[in-house]
């Protein structure tokens, strides 16, 4: 099926760093969506975004939609362990599709203590 | 949040047995359900689609004979992988949603095939 690019596929580093992870598409979307994942857990939502060139923080995280409607990224500032999981984009059209969910293929977040 | 419910957390069966998969809106009514498999290391890949009281829709390359979708209530939706095989070893993730497309995702059900 559909995938989004999404990159990096892992990082490590060290607790205190910020982070930085974004996603593209070869279509537009209306809707793009930030999940974390822990290990054996289904994703929590993080940030939604819903209007083109938003910018929305959800505490240490900060997200963008993309002016183009084909990307979007996500920051985390001062990483702390807890941070560590994999994190994945998600792209939507609300109002089609039945507002079915396109996803990355996930970043994986180590940080070192 | 909107809380959803996935039973069991962790099932294993032998190969040619079937296997059914609660998904369960706790507070909420869910108009649409959806059901996804993840292998390890990869992402969600969605396999259907369902609203109450409809058929579900596939996604292309997904054998709606092997996996039964039923959406019998607002609350409950159910997956049931036919003859299973050890291909079919997979974490089974549900999600729902209402009219406003948000989706609550379940906490996973890890299927192992022997």
């Known amino acids: 099926g559909q995938q989004l690019n999404q990159s990096p596929q892992s990082m490590f580093i060290q607790e205190g760093e910020d982070v930085s992870m974004n996603c593209t598409s070869s279509?537009?979307?209306?809707?793009w969506l930030w999940y974390k994942q822990d290990p054996g857990e289904g994703p929590v939502l993080l940030i939604a975004?819903?209007?083109?060139?938003e910018l929305t923080s959800n505490g240490r995280l900060t997200a963008q939609f993309g002016i183009t409607r084909k990307d979007s990224f996500l920051n985390i500032s001062a990483s702390i362990p807890s941070d560590v999981g994999i994190y994945f984009c998600?792209?939507?059209?609300?109002?089609?599709?039945?507002?079915?969910?396109?996803f990355g293929q996930g970043t994986e977040l180590s940080v070192k203590p | 949040g909107a809380v959803v419910s996935q039973h069991p957390s962790w099932v294993i069966c032998k190969s040619g047995t079937s296997v059914k998969i609660e998904c369960r809106s706790l507070d909420f009514q869910a108009t649409t359900m959806f059901w996804y498999r993840q292998f390890p290391k990869q992402s969600l890949m969605l396999m259907a689609t369902s609203n109450e009281g409809s058929k579900a829709t596939y996604e292309q390359g997904v054998e709606k004979d092997k996996f039964l979708i039923n959406h019998a209530s607002l609350t409950l939706s159910t997956l049931t992988v036919t003859s299973a095989h050890p291909e079919d070893s997979s974490f089974y993730i549900c999600s729902e949603s209402d009219l406003g497309y948000e989706q609550y995702f379940g906490p996973g059900t890890r299927l192992t095939v022997t």
């Open positions: 998600a792209g939507q059209n609300r109002g089609n599709q039945g507002g079915k969910l396109i």
């Open positions: 279509s537009i979307f209306n809707t």
């Open positions: 975004l819903y209007k083109a060139g």
